[in-house]
């Protein structure tokens, strides 16, 4: 199989970079599959949140807070995440939302309403977003 | 002074459109109030859907039908359009949500959570329409 | 009454403004009629124009240059550029659209079949945009 | 004639909202002015801010800590937002930055280089909001 | 040549999905060719067309008919759609586009004008978009 | 490691389009590093100026003028076509951007600050393009 993004970054693993862990180079690649989408996120995330800037890291810390369950419950919240992700067309937010729905027990029927409010607000410009959400959401029914 | 929108509006009262009801002229005004809203869009949609064009007919079908209960409720649904409209930046479309919202009962702390998550996905840029549609909810909260 | 925005700008009407014509002032609000677009289009423009920035000059040409007929017609490119307005959902630049390709000559049917386009390209989102651009069509319609 | 937004306003002077000052109705009418942009501005955040929303709080207390002097100073920092908030075609936004920017000091061919960068990487669909961003420049410089 | 995103869907290819025929994992490696495009479309619009959301369905149907000859010509019509692709930024809808528009005749100069508008209406932020439509236009010149 | 993208480039080497220097085909495939971004950026710019549309050549020679030192500096101009990149979440555009900022000695905090204000402007839809963008500066700075 191809070695790929991640075999370049092995071959960099001796070094270190100015702020945190090692860093994975060639970033540009999209992930291929969710196990590496949550590696890259979470490289990236150690090295930004340890570069020292208050105001990046208070947002990182909203952002966490925003879906905690309150008026409306965790699930909810997600799945407004994942609208407001797929109508905004950002496959790695949507990656995200997915796999933190799907965790809240979000259901196959429940996913593809979610899906089907999306293309209608956002039109078929978010159709090719949408064929990489649903095969997302096949990688998730697939995993052991 | 300059007549306004309403104005014009009485002025062109006898006339009749190549297809439907009275036309509103100057539709470029944002209307200031819920009713003035509403007006608007229900005079347009008539002269839209009597225009004869099937795909934009089938269209607006479309987007009624997307809200209608199934998995998720119509509150839920209605909460995704909402959050959806706020995080793409379209009054009209938050004003419209926001009021199906409120028909469908939902209450203060679950808007202001809606409008959180809004307002973490899309940024600062959506504060001036966070506003507005918290104004329109002040409106609806004091309608009799 | 607040004085509305031609009000002030015709109390305003003696002022010189650091470079070329009067000044409108209060620029926010929304033109309520095609000519009013118009008038302030060009008002603008010109002060726009006499600041003496090279680049947004040269814009300015380019954006004209643009729609002169070559391997496709004006016509052609005018329906493009209205296209192009209505999905990214600027409702100045559809105004100034909808006005260039009723000058060339597009039918009531075409309209419809651009506006068809926009909306199944660019979603619900689009209607109110869409809403818009039809009174302006009404009006144009209208006009003697 | 139609009563215009602050008259309605005006009549409502006596109300007492849900949660802090007197409320605006009627908000989606685009300000006309400066002072009225600032005062609806200042209203909506005081009843957005007593609502109680944690997140929403903390957010714009982040989005007012942004722009402190860091590494950059403010000037510059406002001069960040002011680009991306035409880029991204928000007039209010544009609106508070360029108040920002004039306070900092940015000069007049200062502002038409920013809006220069703003025009050439967000294309013709910027001209409205860069005709709305000069009508206001002009009219702080009028301002006694 | 590099194995990559296929040979591990073909790794899979024993494998039945809950719904329809065998999932492409890895779905958000971008395609590197037409034909991948092409079958990476053509799987996943099986998968997401057999798992029954009535709303997605006719969307789908929608999108095929709004192409339709009518009182403009498919020609027209998908040079519509490449534009409105161009000025939204998806690259996958472009292709889509720049493909059909190829089928229906649309020659090089016509493409490249169809390309300045969207780049002048859009902005600077187009440009990556065009390298990769232009390098889809020359894959499909070169085809047999 | 991978033969990817470029070797199959390779393998056309000998092909000439009709237009400029041999073709990259594949032209989807985000590239993996800088050098390649810049490879492929430089080819296709080769491809587009060569095809002879007026439009699209004043359109690139304004955006190279844009960024030339006036009333504010290249760095200044830089930081503002980085951010302007970042909230319109283009990739290819903020490599380019760093890259510039990198060589016009924009420092790590400086950039941070950057990245701070359009995460703050952009919301948190911006996170998964300021990893990329994060990525890119630790590659720059591991460069020899």
Known sequence: MAPSYW???NQLSNHQPTAGPPVRRSAHAMPDSVSEFNAFRSRMNDIILNAGNLTINRFFALDHRCYEPGALGTKTKE???LVSSLVLRC??????????CHEEGTTREEFLEIFSVGLVV???IVIPHLRRAMARLEELDLAP
């Open 91 to 100: 496959d790695d937010c949507v990656t995200y939302h997915v796999l933190r």
């Open 7 to 9: 075999a370049t970054v």
């Open 122 to 124: 956002g039109g078929s």
């Open 79 to 81: 799945m407004l995440g």
